[in-house]
């Protein structure tokens, strides 16, 4: 979604010094650190039908009334954030959303809030989750595969040229775009780390590099290892570790057991491999992932190199500085 109207009407509020007063502190408001006034408001807002709903609240398909920009709008509900304890991760997930641009990752032009929500105003996704369609075809091809993989190695490789970690790459936290571009869409367990290495115990399961799973310190090796795990379910339509139970899931990490599939290509066991490997220091790095066979290959298939023609109007080999294509204005 092109950004630029978005960005006079922020100028334009800021000169305006356009403010409403907000009643009651709470720790959602002081998480939000409250020295400056939010720019936007309920009021200058209308709200349009539901896109989906969550553990927080529920996001809806939103317009800015004085320019009709069009957004979708994410509302949280602070008794429900205050209840799990999730208010200081939330500051760090918009202030590090906040900041990032780039093609595949969702815009977060700006938040506000008042007695009862907080509201993030995201970038529209028209084709919705990525998990959902994972669901509907079972698994991909392996051209559609590549194609979305390099996608997201692009977007980590970004992140982590900002020192941000992710942490929780999996498809439910993966949204489509405007002609098949995936837009990494919840930093909710991100974290800025310039210094690298972490030690906090989070992520979902499934997808827990071994360093996690027994309780050392991790740096930026844990989103190589996110990244085997999403290839993989994007091939095969599972996670690798998968079982029915957490110790037996935890098991298979540790010893790094995983089965492939007859019908996966050598190529693509190859990378897998590459990016699953226990020691975090002899994962492939990003740059080589990007290098590997398998992506080249598969994204010169007819399926790809479509795809990436729709997007670009031209060769798969673009990088950070690939701009999004704008967004049509949905109607409310």
């Known amino acids: 979604m092109a950004s630029s109207g978005f960005n006079r009407i922020l100028a334009d509020r800021e000169n305006d010094q356009h403010a409403d007063n907000i009643h009651g502190v709470s720790p959602v408001d002081k998480a939000l650190v409250m020295e400056k006034v939010p720019i936007f408001s309920r009021n200058d807002i209308d709200i349009g039908m539901k896109l989906g709903s969550g553990k927080f609240g529920n996001v809806y398909v939103a317009r800015e009334r004085r320019s009709h920009f069009v957004f979708a709008l994410?509302?949280?509900?602070?008794?429900?954030?205050?209840?799990?304890?999730?208010?200081?991760?939330?500051?760090?997930?918009?202030?590090?959303?906040?900041?990032l641009r780039h093609v595949n990752i969702l815009r977060l032009f700006n938040y506000f809030w008042d007695e009862k929500c907080v509201y993030l105003m995201l970038e529209m996704a028209p084709g919705g989750e990525l998990y959902k369609m994972l669901t509907e075809k079972t698994r991909f091809s392996e051209a559609r595969s590549a194609w979305y993989m390099r996608q997201m190695v692009l977007a980590i490789q970004y992140c982590h040229k900002k020192h941000v970690i992710?942490?929780?790459?999996?498809?439910?936290n993966i949204l489509i775009g405007l002609n098949d571009t995936?837009?990494?869409a919840d930093f909710g367990w991100s974290v800025h780390a310039p210094n690298?290495?972490?030690?906090?115990?989070?992520?979902t399961l499934d997808y827990l590099p071994p360093e996690m799973v027994?309780?050392?310190?991790?740096?930026?090796?844990?989103?190589?290892?996110?990244l085997g795990v999403l290839a993989y379910e994007f091939l095969v339509g599972s996670p690798p570790f998968e079982d029915e139970s957490k110790k037996a899931t935890y098991q298979k990490?540790?010893?790094?057991?995983?089965?492939?599939?007859s019908f996966l290509s050598r190529q693509a066991i190859?990378?897998?491999?590459?990016?699953?490997?226990?020691?975090?220091?002899?994962?492939?790095s990003l740059d080589d992932i990007l290098r590997h066979p398998w992506i080249r290959q598969q994204c010169e298939h007819p399926e790809a190199k479509k795809r990436c023609l729709e997007r670009y109007g031209g060769h798969p080999d673009i990088g950070d500085e690939a701009k999004p294509t704008a967004a049509k204005k949905l109607k409310i």
């Open 166 to 172: 992710h942490r929780d790459i999996k498809p439910e």
């Open 253 to 261: 990490i540790k010893n790094v057991d995983v089965k492939f599939p």
């Open 74 to 99: 994410k509302v949280l509900h602070k008794k429900q954030l205050i209840k799990h304890g999730v208010e200081h991760q939330l500051r760090r997930e918009i202030e590090i959303q906040s900041h």
């Open 196 to 203: 690298s290495r972490r030690d906090t115990f989070c992520g």
């Open 214 to 226: 027994g309780a050392q310190k991790h740096d930026f090796g844990v989103d190589i290892w996110g």
């Open 182 to 184: 995936l837009k990494i």
């Open 270 to 284: 190859s990378l897998i491999r590459g990016m699953l490997v226990k020691d975090p220091s002899k994962r492939m």
